[in-house]
């Protein structure tokens, strides 16, 4: 079983274009294919612990490197992540799809991505309901401009 960090890891790298897998010193990696930073899972003593922490080599250079919060790194990839999918997209359909990834993100490593504003998407029933208001307005302004014609 891996520990959070190596899941955390495990799940950046599977954001393509964005990063890609490699491995080194024999372990997984995720490698930014925009800039070459190399994140790195870390050893954690308390598997059960809630903060998981990922080294991060600023352009793969050990020599630059630093720990952080792996959920807090995550929810920068899983947005860019996003965005980069969604091009074109309005904003409530990008809200919707990273909600998604960040449950998405919770079932693959444990982990809460740090998302406090995000609202939770439209269910099905409340967008068929705005379909239907629209599709209702139309039929009450043909109804009026009959009514008003035939008066």
Request: hydrophobic share 40%; net charge negative.
């Amino acid at each position: 079983m891996s520990t959070r960090s190596e899941s955390i890891v495990g799940f950046i790298a599977s954001l393509l274009p964005l990063y890609t897998s490699e491995t080194h010193d024999r372990l997984l990696c995720a490698r930014s294919l925009t800039d070459g930073t190399l994140l790195l899972p870390v050893d954690e003593p308390e598997a059960d612990s809630d903060q998981s922490r990922v080294c991060v080599r600023w352009q793969g250079d050990p020599s630059r490197e630093c720990e952080v919060d792996g959920p807090m790194l995550a929810t920068v990839a899983l947005e860019r992540y996003v965005r980069l999918h969604g091009a074109g997209c309005d904003e409530e359909v990008l809200a919707a799809e990273l909600s998604y990834m960040a449950r998405h993100f919770h079932f693959k490593t444990g982990s809460e991505a740090y998302l406090p504003e995000l609202p939770e998407p439209a269910s099905r029933l409340r967008k068929a309901g705005r379909v239907a208001v629209k599709m209702g307005q139309g039929v009450l302004v043909n109804i009026f401009s009959k009514v008003a014609g035939l008066g």
